[in-house]
């Protein structure tokens, strides 16, 4: 059982004070987008008291492909181990940019576009990020051989190409509605790992200051299309201290979650490294987060291959710490990877070595997959 019997008497001895077990919402939370739909902004303080008491789990890609099948209705690798969906899904919209039908991974926008949908009816929640091309060369997100960010500002040679780009990706979030017609509140991680210098926007191809006329132009034009669906989740790549997180921080107007991403590399096995540097980018985030009234998240995260059985437990948990995260978001199961020539994913599947692991990691009370999300309506006051 998910709960256990000490966590079912505080459930019973708060039932006797108070209508519900979440924590009452903080009164000085607010989202940044001033007209956000009314669901997003339940949502946005939904997930601050959620993650009083639990981090949901999630998975990129979950409903669209595992390591051996794709496109398989209901099929989930993550279900299938654990016996129940992640509770947070992600999506890439990388490609939408130039019009095609498949995001850089592959998959149709209209496969994404339904997938969104039946996850915000069983009650998870979808967070989008975008790989988009480079609009100065037209080359991919990981062309940074460029100084390319500056041409697409205002007043630059390429801002209204970037422009009409943002309006694609604007219609695709303008069309994301429930059964009740209602806009699907997303949790939208634009311009991810800023602080790496691998992407076009990264710190070794703009000024602090050129990054954040960026993000904040793209804020106010989505807003501007119409788009009030989004919470804005600001991420970086690596950081050692707090000025180097915040170096190109657009200002807690224009960000609701603070996020980085952090990957396992190492044998963790022999070595502490990856723990070690977690606690200590969670220990500068949450500071941040309770100077600026945010939530934190940890976006991105894995190890390839799950190389060490007990990865879920003794590594990742634990570098999590006893910090009070939103969610924690494991890369994709592609599967075989022909020019790598290697096995790529990070959820484990029937009959990987972290199996029983992450079984174990689902029974803990302090991780939610989607059954718990559901219950805790998070769509809902």
């Known amino acids: 059982m998910k709960k256990n019997i000490t966590a079912l008497l505080t459930l019973l001895y708060i039932g006797t004070s108070c209508s519900s077990k979440k924590p009452s919402a903080d009164t000085n939370l607010t989202i940044s987008d001033k007209k956000a739909t009314l669901e997003t902004t339940i949502l946005y303080k939904n997930l601050a008291k959620n ?26 690798d993550v279900k299938e181990v654990a016996g129940d969906y992640p509770a947070v899904y992600g ?12 995001n850089l991974d592959g998959v149709p926008f209209d496969k994404i576009r339904q997938y969104i949908i039946d996850v915000k009816k069983r009650g998870g929640i979808n967070t989008i990020s975008w790989h988009l091309d480079n ?3 037209g080359k991919s ?11 697409i500002l205002p007043g630059g040679e390429y801002h209204e190409k970037f422009k009409s780009w943002l309006d694609k990706e604007a219609a695709f979030f303008l069309s994301l509605k429930d059964e009740k017609g209602k806009a699907i509140p997303i ?9 790496g210098g691998w992407f076009w926007w990264g710190k070794e191809n703009c000024t602090a200051e050129e990054f954040k006329t960026l993000w904040r132009f793209s804020f106010d034009y989505l807003q501007k299309k119409g788009v009030h669906n989004l919470i804005y989740v600001y991420n970086t790549g690596g950081f050692k201290t707090k000025e180097e997180f915040l170096v190109n921080y657009p200002g807690a107007t224009y960000a609701d979650i603070l996020s980085f991403d952090n990957y396992q590399y190492n044998d963790p096995t022999k070595s502490n490294t990856f723990i070690e540097e ?7 985030i949450d500071t941040i987060a309770k100077e600026q009234n945010k939530i934190i998240a940890f976006a991105e995260t894995g190890y390839e291959g799950i190389k060490y059985d007990k990865w879920w437990t003794q590594t990742l948990l634990k570098a999590m710490g006893d910090y009070k995260i939103s969610y924690v978001l494991v890369w994709r199961n592609f ?31 302090k991780i939610s997959f989607e059954k718990d999300a559901a219950k805790e309506n998070l769509y809902q006051k």
């Not at 999506?91 to 498949?102: A, F, H, R």
């Open 335 to 365: 599967g075989w990877q022909e020019k790598e020539q290697n096995m790529h994913y990070y959820a484990p599947f029937k009959g990987q070595a972290s199996e029983k692991d992450f079984i174990d990691f689902y029974n803990l009370d």
């Open 51 to 76: 993650s009083n008491t639990t981090i949901l789990f999630g998975h990129q890609d979950d409903l669209a492909y595992g390591v051996h099948w794709k496109y398989e209705e209901g099929r989930s």
């Open 91 to 102: 999506w890439d919209l990388g490609g939408i940019e130039k019009d095609s039908k498949t």
């Open 135 to 137: 609009p100065m060369t």
């Open 141 to 151: 997100a990981w062309d940074n051989t460029t100084k390319s960010l500056a041409p």
């Open 187 to 195: 949790l939208y991680r634009p311009f991810h790992e800023l602080t």
């Open 278 to 284: 977690c606690l200590s980018q969670f220990k500068t």
